[in-house]
């Protein structure tokens, strides 16, 4: 398990980046005392620092530059600022990568899965989403259910996916069609409704009743 600090103000983005990174096996800490970044980066010995630009007490720049002094640890920048002089400034300070916000939580998943394999010298080793006592098994496209096998077809693993990826939100049901079929193809919209259905039944005889629950006229959500 990797582990991350995370180095932003805005309490709603560091606990949703929190909570998606854990889903992807990723241990995270979050800075609370912005004056003590160093600090707390001794503490948790981070493999990959996510810094936000603007920050109470003192920039992202000036903390970048700081951890360059002790430490090689990947340093990716998050932040709204994304012309070119800031880009340029955070490489200059020894940053890893700059991430523009708003940004979609898969894309920065794949970005840090990236820079960490380059920077360890090996994969991650667990790539399985879990909610509840679902796992979903990104290596094989395999679930299961208290270790027991779920047989699922493409379609079906894919619509799980899309789901466990966002646990406690509602997906709607044109971004799993998008995801799936693609946005220059017509599909019934039906066909959703069908592949949902046959995931129901197979998560509900194996023992777990209610895991999808449909949101009318918004999508579906699991692990409310």
């Known amino acids: ?18 909570k998606h990174l854990s889903l992807w096996q990723m241990k995270c800490t979050v800075v609370e005392d912005f004056g003590k970044v160093i600090e707390t980066f001794n503490e948790c010995a981070p493999d990959i620092v996510l810094m936000d630009l603007h920050l ?5 720049f000036y903390w970048c530059g700081e951890i360059r002094k002790i430490s090689q640890v990947p340093v990716v920048f998050l932040s709204s600022a994304d012309d070119n002089m800031n880009i340029v400034m955070a490489m200059n300070m020894g940053a ?15 970005k840090l899965q990236a820079i960490l394999r380059r920077s360890y010298g090996e994969s991650i080793s ?6 509840g006592n679902i796992s979903l098994n990104l290596d094989d496209t395999t679930a299961t ?6 047989d699922l077809t493409k379609n079906e693993y894919l619509i799980l996916k899309a789901l466990m990826e966002r646990p406690g939100k509602v997906v ?10 693609g946005a220059d193809e017509f599909v019934d919209d ?10 129901r039944k197979k998560i509900e005889a194996a023992g777990v009743p209610d895991f999808i629950t449909t949101k009318r006229g918004l999508g579906y959500i699991v692990g409310e």
């Open 1 to 18: 398990m990797k582990n991350v600090l995370i180095v932003e103000d805005d309490e709603i983005i560091a606990g949703e980046v929190a």
């Open 56 to 60: 109470p007490c003192y920039n992202g």
């Open 96 to 110: 890893d990568d700059f991430i523009a916000k708003p940004f979609d939580l898969q894309v920065l998943t794949a």
């Open 126 to 131: 667990v790539h399985k989403l879990e909610v």
């Open 145 to 150: 259910i208290d270790g027991d096998k779920l």
């Open 172 to 181: 709607s049901r044109e971004s799993i069609m998008e995801r799936l079929w």
């Open 190 to 199: 039906n066909t959703l409704t069908v592949n949902v259905t046959r995931i």
